[in-house]
């Protein structure tokens, strides 16, 4: 019975799991500050915080998504959609040719049903486009 319900807990994992292999698209989060306001604003005390916004994926896309957006002029609509894309990404740059990169071990974890990283968290898209079947919009 307790090999049934692995198997049967192990097939669920799998369905719910989304990405490449059903072929489910993810949408990319929507722009805001996923750090806490101090995290921004010791970004922001650096002189290149603007550059910083447009290089590091990671901190412009995701921590203090709101934030660079506002510094670079770049406008965001309620539902965290950018109005204008400008010189900042909001899909996935290597649309759409998704690409993994960064911590490959993330991959690897959410491609075996993690309970810890999972395609609809900032760490998990940033790293794992190709892994979660990132939706690279319109």
Do not use: W
Not at 21 to 36: A, I, Y
Not at 51 to 68: A, D, S, V
Not at 80 to 96: I, N, Q, R
């Amino acid at each position: 019975m307790k090999t049934l319900f692995m198997l049967f807990s192990l097939a669920f994992l799998a369905v719910i799991q989304g990405g490449e292999e059903s072929g489910k698209k993810v949408e990319p989060l929507p722009c805001k500050d996923r750090g806490s306001k101090a995290t921004c604003s010791r970004y922001m005390k650096k002189g290149n915080f603007t550059e910083l916004c447009k290089e590091n994926r990671r901190i412009g896309r995701y921590l203090c998504c709101e934030t660079c957006a506002e510094k670079l002029g770049v406008e965001v609509n309620e539902d965290g959609k950018f109005k204008d894309f400008g010189t900042f990404t909001y899909y996935e740059p290597t649309c759409p040719a998704l690409e993994d990169r960064g911590n490959h071990t993330i991959c690897e974890m959410i491609k075996h049903g993690s309970e810890v990283y999972k395609c609809d968290q900032s760490e998990a898209q940033a790293a794992c486009a190709k892994t979660c079947n990132l939706s690279c919009g319109n």
